[in-house]
Antibody, heavy 120, light 111 residues
């Protein structure tokens, strides 16, 4: 069965960095685009970033462009999100999700999320 | 890219039907059949309920249906049940700034 398991969340000080990971199993990782979506406490879902199935294309939300970087390692079936220059506004649960295509896709599976808290 | 517009809350009695709207622009909802809907219970990950405007994934009750007219997509839940009480989000592919945009979310309450 398809599984997406996020890890790497925790408490981090403003201005510091953190790297999240999402371990994929139960499907052919290299045939799906992969996304990060976050949800601040008590707020709605916010799309963050996507990487194409082969890692050749990346797109970001304006709110994180230049600070966050998405990547993937097909040898490890793992998706990553490198988050730099974190602010308190980045506090959220971060979900990874997959879509069959980079564009015009829909999220058919999601991970359980990992909580990132940015606080001094 | 602003979030797609959804009503903050919708409520209904058991057995009734409710409809949640999701309004965007011709650059997202109106321009592509790439609207999907997600159900989220508190503390849980979102769950796909409708994809490509009107298609139900395997295992999703036929009480859930989707449609689109112009720049507005809609999710209808018929025969409302207590278990349908949750937050619902739409999302669409977009050509404005980013690739995907979510709706603002709607809290469904079963009275």
């Amino acid at each position: 069965q398809v599984q997406l398991v996020e890890a790497g969340g925790g408490v981090v000080q403003p201005g510091r960095s953190l790297r999240l990971s999402c371990a994929a199993s139960g499907f052919t990782f290299s045939t799906y685009a992969m996304h990060w979506v976050r949800q601040a406490p008590g707020k709605g879902l916010e799309w963050m970033a996507v990487i194409s199935n082969d890692g050749s294309n990346e797109y970001y939300a304006d709110s994180v462009k230049g600070r966050f970087s998405i990547s993937r390692d097909s040898s490890k079936n793992t998706l990553y999100l490198q988050m730099n220059s974190l602010t308190t506004e980045d506090t959220a649960v971060y979900y990874c999700g997959r879509t069959r295509w980079l564009q015009l896709g829909y999220f058919d599976y999601w991970g359980q999320g990992t909580l990132v808290t940015v606080a001094s | 890219q602003s979030a797609l517009t959804q009503p903050a809350s919708v409520s209904g009695s058991p057995g009734q039907s409710i409809t949640i709207s999701c309004t965007g622009t011709s650059s997202d909802v109106g321009g592509y059949n790439s609207v999907s809907w997600y159900q989220q219970h508190p503390g849980k990950a979102p769950k796909l309920m409708i994809y490509e405007v009107a298609y139900r994934p395997s295992g999703i009750s036929n009480r859930f249906s989707g449609s689109k007219s112009g720049n507005t997509a809609s999710l209808t839940i018929s025969g409302l049940q207590a278990e349908d009480e949750a937050d619902y989000y739409c999302t669409s592919y977009t050509t404005i700034s980013t690739l995907y945009v979510f709706g603002s979310g709607t809290k469904v309450t079963v009275l």
